[in-house]
């Protein structure tokens, strides 16, 4: 699979996200300033107490990736997930991006359950993850381009005349409604 081959690794994702949020380089999130330093954390343990039995386990702390602003009066701390869908998750950013995936390569949508078994993760983190970047897909722009100057905009119905012995009447039909930027393309939808 592609997306294991491109985006399989933590390293491999996160310069993804930088790339694609920074394509000139990577600016403070705070101050917007340009000059960075990016440095990583080593890996390290941590004690746990397990809150069923009492017990103090030991686990792995993973390695995390980290910018800093060097202007004087800012100095903040970041991550390329700061801001994003991503940021606050403990799940590693190559399983994600393979929720995204599947969530976008879905034709008739895909269930926290699937992505469950999909990603080998439990359902609340399925359900999650499935609810977060719906969440996203929605507050994007529906037509993929900001459209600018003169738009004009119609609707029709989509099926037959109307028939007395179906009595079907002009709000039975599904509407679809079209948007046309002046001398532009015609983009539509069904509402």
């Not at 941590?46 to 017990?55: A, F």
């Not at 103090?56 to 910018?67: C, D, S």
């Not at 381009?145 to 119609?154: H, N, S």
Request: aromatic share 8%; with cysteine.
């Amino acid at each position: 699979m592609v997306l294991q081959r491109e985006l399989g690794t933590e390293e491999q994702c996160l310069a993804f996200l930088e790339n694609v949020r920074w394509p000139e380089g990577v600016r403070c999130v705070k101050c917007d300033g340009d000059r960075i330093s990016k440095f990583s954390t080593v890996v390290g343990t941590r004690n746990y107490k397990n809150p069923k039995t009492g017990e103090i386990e030991e686990r792995t702390v993973p390695a995390r990736h980290l910018y800093q602003c060097l202007n004087a009066d800012c100095a903040h701390q970041f991550t390329a997930t700061a801001g994003t869908i991503f940021n606050d998750s403990h799940l590693p950013l190559h399983k994600w991006m393979l929720a995204t995936a599947i969530m976008c390569n879905a034709k008739k949508g895909v269930s926290a359950k699937e992505l469950q078994r999909d990603l080998q993760c439990s359902y609340k983190t399925a359900w999650y993850l499935s609810h977060r970047i719906r969440e996203a897909m929605s507050a994007g722009n529906i037509f993929g381009v900001k459209m600018t100057g003169t738009i004009e905009v119609d609707e029709t119905y989509i099926g037959g005349a109307y028939d007395n012995r179906r009595k079907r009447a002009r709000y039975d039909k599904p509407a679809i409604m079209g948007f046309r930027e002046r001398g532009g393309e015609v983009r539509a939808f069904h509402v």
